[in-house]
T-cell receptor, first 115, second 115 residues
Framework: AQKVTQAQTEISVVEKEDVTLDCVYE???????LFWYKQPPSGELVFLIR??????QNEISGRYSWNFQKSTSSFNFTITASQVVDSAVYFC????????????FGQGTRLTINP | DVKVTQSSRYLVKRTGEKVFLECVQD?????MFWYRQDPGLGLRLIYF???????EKGDIPEGYSVSREKKERFSLILESASTNQTSMYLC??????????????FGDGTRLSIL
């Protein structure tokens, strides 16, 4: 069975600090997809990034970066120079390579950036 | 931009009532999903549909049913509401069943309270 674990329930940092959100996954599939979503206080989940299991390149988008390591089954998310607007709940999710691509979500990490 | 619209942001119902949660997407997506979100548990899939009149059970279908009579609309039904169904309900859609690696697009959520 597929499983996603976000061990950090809550993180609180001061603005401009760097912060890393951890995500560890389990799957028997050889082809799968990983996602990160952001849920601001308004409630709507916002898609941030997807990564294919066969593409282990790390990705950077502005202050956001993602580190995918198949050897440790991890897909960690780092925010550099955090800002108050980054405060949200962040979810990591895993999708199989068949059917309607159901997502299995982690428990979420509530990130608070303090001014 | 894809727009997923849920009919209510907040809803209060009584135990034993039949409750309907409505979701509409405007981008001709094939796949639609219903999740519930509870603290510490992340999002859990209730039901999904990859075509009109088609439905498949997710991880926690007990106490729920769904209806998809038109491609753009996916309804979640609580046949006889109970207090343990108090939760945030999120609807999502994605493009094609046969195309993997697609992000899901989410609505704003319905916070349902069963008294």
């Amino acid at each position: 069975a597929q499983k996603v674990t976000q061990a950090q329930t809550e993180i609180s940092v001061v603005e401009k600090e760097d912060v890393t959100l951890d995500c560890v996954y389990e799957t028997r599939d050889t082809t799968y997809y990983l996602f990160w979503y952001k849920q601001p206080p308004s409630g709507e989940l916002v898609f941030l990034i997807r990564r294919n299991s066969f593409d282990e390149q790390n990705e950077i988008s502005g202050r956001y970066s993602w580190n995918f390591q198949k050897s440790t089954s991890s897909f960690n998310f780092t925010i550099t120079a955090s800002q108050v607007v980054d405060s949200a709940v962040y979810f990591c999710a895993l999708s199989e390579d068949k059917g309607a691509q159901k997502l299995v979500f982690g428990q979420g990490t509530r990130l608070t950036i303090n001014p | 931009d894809v727009k997923v619209t849920q009919s209510s942001r907040y809803l209060v119902k009584r135990t034993g009532e039949k409750v309907f949660l409505e979701c509409v997407q405007d981008m001709d997506h094939e796949n639609m999903f219903w999740y519930r979100q509870d603290p510490g548990l992340g999002l859990r899939l209730i039901y999904f549909s990859y075509d009109v009149k088609m439905k498949e059970k997710g991880d926690i279908p007990e106490g729920y049913s769904v209806s998809r009579e038109k491609k753009e609309r996916f309804s979640l039904i609580l046949e006889s509401a109970s207090t343990n169904q108090t939760s945030m309900y999120l609807c999502a859609s994605s493009l094609y069943r046969a195309l993997p690696n697609q992000p899901q697009h989410f609505g704003d959520g319905t916070r349902l309270s069963i008294l």
